[in-house]
Structure formats: C-alpha cells, structure tokens
C-alpha cells in the first residue's frame, strides 16, 4: 500500500462510524501479503471483536435512521458473533445471473434501510484480474446507495488464500454495521464449500430447465443448499422454470434431513422482473428464526470458528515449517534418497522433523 | 510385545532369509505404538532398503527352486525401490468375494513357485477385532502354502495409521523376498484411496449384474481401477456376469484416458471354479510390461514415495505441534474465546503458533 497507514484507534473508530474509505483500507491489509500488514489487520480485528458491543451497532448507520430489528434478536452481551448479522453463500453454475440477483436482493433490502455489503470468493481472480465484481459497473445501482458496501474477491494463490481473507473480511465489515453480508462464489472449483464455512444459509441460484448436468451444477452443492431458487423465470422461461422447480423441490425431498432442522425450499424468481425477490427474503428471515430458536444458528457459527482456527494453526505451521532453513536443507537432501527408493519416506519424515526440532527458535 | 526382541542384524539377517516368524515379528514392531518400537522398525526398513540388492532376492525362497523371472527386469543397482515386485490393490464392495478370489489368484502363483503377501487395509478391524484377514481359515489352502505370507489388516484409530503401517510392511515383505503382495481393503470409506496411493495397479472386483447403485461402488473408484474384474461369473450367473461386463466395458471407456497409457481392461472370472484366474494375471502383467517400458511404473512409485514422505511429515507435525504442553495450555485459552466469536480463529491460531515457537525445543 503506497497511502499513509493510520493508527489502530484511527482504524477502530473509523471502522465503527461506518467509514466506507476506512473499512476499505482494513481490507487492504488484511488482504497484503506483508506481515506488518498482517499483524495489524489482526489487532484491529481483534479490538473490534472485543470492544464492539451491540450499543455501538445502531448510531454507525450512515442516515442514523432507526432500522426495525425484527428479523434477529439483540446481540448476547459480551459476545461479538453477533447473532444479528446474517451471511449468506450466493452459488450456482456460471450464467445463473448471480450479479443481477445479487443487485436485485442488495436493492430490495436497502430500500428497507438494510446495510448491505457484498463479497465474493472466487480463486481465479488472480488470473482473470478480478473478473466477478471488480467491476462495479455490474451492479450499477448497488453500488451507488450509500447502504451498500460491494468488495471485489480477494486474490491469492490458492482457495485456501483467498477464502481466509473473505472470511476475515466478514468480521470488518459487520464491525461497520453492514449486518447483512452476501458472498457471491464462481460456482467453479472448490469455491462453494469454501463458502459454506462461513455463512448461516446457503443460496442455490438454477436455471429454467431441469437436471443438474444440464444446469452444470457439481455433485454435493444441491446437498448444501437451504435455498433454491430458479433466477429468470419471466417472459416464456416460466414454464422451464415451473419444470426445474418441480425437479428440485422432488430432488431435496429425497436428501437425508438437516442438522439445522430445516427443509430446504425451491422458490422461482426474477432478478429482471424484481419478481420473487421479497418471498426469497421472507424465506431467509424464516430459515434465520427457526435456526435461531432451535440453537443451530450459533452452534454453527461456533461449528464454523473451529473450523477456522484448525485452519489456521494447519497453514501457519507448515509455513513455519517448510520456510525453516533447517527443514529445507535437510528435505533436499533426504527427498531424491526416498523418491529413488533408498530410503523409506517415513525414516526420512522422522529426520525432517529432527531438525525442526533441534532449530533455533 | 511381550516376547525378547532381536538385534537389528538379527532381524536383517532374519528376513532377508525368508524366515516368517521373524519377519512377522518386524511387523509387529511396525505396528506397535511404542516410540522405542517405531525407532527399531525405521532402523530395519532402513538398512534393509540400503543393504539389500537384487542378487539377495534369489536366495531367500525357501525352496530355493530357480523361478523364471520373465515378468520383469532385473532391479536397477542402488536402488531398493525395486520394479520386481509388484503391488496389487484388490478392491471391491463387500460380498463380492475378495477372499476367494485372493485365494485363487494366490494359489495361481504359488503354484508356479512365485512368493505371495496378502495384506490389508482395514480400518474397521480395530472395531471389528480384525474380521478381515483375521481368520486365516477363510484362505486356508493359501495360509498352509510355504510361498504364501497373509497379515491381517493393522489395527489403529484413523484410515492414516492403518495405511502407514501397511505402506511400511510392504517394504518389510519385499524384502523377505515376496515379489507379489496383494493388498485387500474392505470396500467402505477411504481404504480404496489409501491402498491406491501404495499400489502399482488397481483392481476391482464386480459382481454379476449391472450398474454401479446396484454393485454398492463408490464414486471414482471406477476410474481408479486398471483392471475390472466380474467375480463369480459361474453357474446360471455367467448371463448376468456378460451384462456386468458389457455394462462396465462401455463405462470404462467413457472415462478420460489415464496417466498411464494403460486402457483400463474388463474380465470375468470365477474364484470358485478357478477360471479366468490366469488371464487375470496374464492381463497384471501386460500392463506391468507396458508400464514399465513407458516408464508410468517407476514415476508412479516415485509420486507414491513423495505422497507418503509428504503425509508422514504432515502427521508428525501436528503430533510434534498438539503434542506440545505450551501449545495445549494456550489452545485450552484461546479457543473458548474463539468459539464465543470474542477473537479471531487467525489471531488467536497467530498466538498458538507463538507458543510454538517459544518452546524449550
């Protein structure tokens, strides 16, 4: 970053007043590959998730207009994972119309005075330079309201990478106030379980039409899905439309049932048309309070921070490992003996791990 | 193990002779869980990789007879990874007879003077108190042969320890002169992966009849296997053993080419009436022949040793990392926090690592 850092109480209060530029520049460093970046990303964080309580989420509404909170109780005091917010995975398969759906939703919530913010995972942005939402211009309205906050995908170089920084990115912007966060996926790769590790209600988008290999869709991603939901039924799609939601809806009749307690629905809907946008939202607010009341709401929140945290002791002690000058010599010279055949891999992992042992720390 | 153990130029000594009471002892060294058992084990794999060459391969056959060596070249010097022998995966849902079959096919072999191991991969038998295997009476024309050396499947808690100790016990038989080791796995979970991941070719075993639902096979185990195989093709079943064949003949053929130049082949056979057994062997060294000129044969042995010096330096990492006293102590600090969503997975993952690293090594 070439501009100016600012100070960690710079960042919290700016952050916490709804500062569209701070909130950006926090994801900037926890996107950066450097380690001061890293570790102060990590303290801001760290001091919102601390010192942010539900009293300060109301007043950082940037029209401080009063918002009903019907859809979700108060935040537990002196916990931060706030079951106030909701985040939701938007996948399905490459043509589904998951920008103008997500430009339509975005819309229909903050003409309700919803802070929105959109994010997205998608690992082949490095390559295609950002492709999926880098640009604005594909949500046009949307990122013009005040009450939206759209963020490219992170890049990186691996999935892994790349879905560590959106997750962190959730905590920053509902630090800001955007209680609802949509994050759209490439429906290719990995990208949709990635997803699902970090969001309270999964949203399937289908074409009018039937059969998921017509639809592209991977096998597993129906399974996940709470919601599914056939985008451009309008015009003389609604007939294919009607056919692909009787195929869903015969198809999540015949899936083992939730954890979560909950039947998945299949609704039809136009993001062109606004058609079926409020009924997909009444359906999330629905989905929100039974998981709530039945306590899987949290416990998959907890579910999914334990997820993380073996996540990232995993990453950070390979890192540890395989970056040690000690580990790297000795594995080059151990590695051609076991790739020959001369010595058995496991008598070579235990001389490996000697010398990780014996370094200085 | 309750029993004296030997010296390590004993246990040397020992199984390059083709003694099986010693051999089987190093086995069980192998197998146990005891870190000054484990040390033994490495040590012996070790010196028998290094000390071991081609021309100590021919005298350790109890008959001493001269067995034609026409299947495949001689070892390349130096090296202990040794394209002699050769490593079967025998795979199939449960009831299709994996037993009888490796009773037939191994009977074949002895019957031509050739050294066979039987081992397994199951991790259920801890469980199930070794089913598998475990009752030699249910190959007991091959358990009385004095070419024949069956080991039931290793017991431990995860699929991974009980590959690894697999994994190493090929190296031991090998050693003790069995060039053909039959690896069985039981046909639920992950044991198909595993044993792929330790084999030079895969064969399934089919039922008569059709379709993969009906069969009880598991996704991508089809396109695993090298060599299809419709068992108890006999009586007033040789009719739907023909459609078994058909049916996966044109599914094999749908599926993209492999790796190794190999197109994977489909036969029938009947352990029980001993027929299509020989072509069977005839059709394991047709593809070891052209796999062996194309050189897939030793590449793939290569990727399997960096595959497994990879996993064993995975493992031991996190023994080495949760293992830890610091970390424990730190980790039992920080997680309740982090499932209450009062701290970051990252930040506090960042703190553990710090322990980590701070230890007295």
């Known amino acids: 970053m070439s501009r100016r850092l600012h100070s960690i109480p710079e960042y919290i209060a700016g952050i916490r007043a709804g500062n569209r530029v701070v909130l950006g520049q926090a994801i900037t460093l926890v996107e950066s590959a450097r380690p001061e970046h890293q570790a102060l990303a990590q303290e801001i964080i760290g001091q919102l998730l601390v010192a942010g309580s539900s009293a300060s989420r109301s007043v950082n509404r940037p029209d401080d207009s009063v918002v009903p909170q019907n859809l979700t109780p108060k935040s537990v005091p002196g916990t931060q994972d706030n079951p106030q917010t909701t985040r939701i995975a938007i996948t399905g398969a490459p043509g589904v119309g998951k920008s103008t759906f997500i430009e339509a939703l975005g819309m229909y919530l903050v003409e309700q005075g919803e802070k929105v913010a959109v994010l997205a995972i998608d690992p082949t942005s490095s390559?295609?330079?950002?492709?999926?939402l880098?640009?604005?211009?594909?949500?046009?309205?949307?990122?013009?309201?005040?009450?939206?906050?759209?963020?490219p995908s992170p890049s990186g170089e691996s999935l892994g990478g790349v879905a560590r920084k959106t997750r962190e990115t959730i905590l920053l912007v509902e630090a800001a106030g955007y209680d609802t966060v949509l994050i759209e996926t490439v429906g290719v790769g990995q990208s949709e379980i990635a997803v699902h590790s970090m969001t309270d209600v999964f949203l399937l988008l289908l074409l009018p039409g039937a059969g998921d290999e017509l639809q592209g869709i991977k096998r597993g991603i129906v399974e996940m899905a709470d919601i599914l939901a056939v985008n451009k039924s309008d015009g003389d799609r609604v007939k294919s439309a009607n056919q692909a939601r009787a195929y869903y809806l015969n198809a999540t009749h015949l899936l083992p049932p939730k954890d979560s307690g909950w039947t998945p629905r299949v609704l039809a809907c136009s993001s062109q048309e606004n058609v079926g946008i409020s009924e997909l939202w009444n359906t999330v607010k629905e989905y929100k309070n039974l998981t709530l009341a039945n306590g899987f709401f949290m416990e998959n929140r907890r579910r999914q921070a334990h997820y993380w945290l073996q996540e990232a002791l995993d990453a950070g002690l390979k890192s540890a490992f395989f970056g040690d000058p000690a580990v790297q010599a000795r594995l080059a010279e151990l590695e051609p003996e076991v790739l020959a055949g001369r010595m058995s891999p496991f008598a070579a992992a235990a001389k490996v791990l000697g010398a990780f042992e014996r370094r200085e720390a």
Chains 1, 2 share one sequence.
């Open 127 to 132: 390559i295609s330079k950002g492709s999926i």
């Open 134 to 151: 880098g640009d604005k211009t594909r949500m046009e309205r949307l990122s013009a309201s005040d009450l939206a906050f759209i963020r």
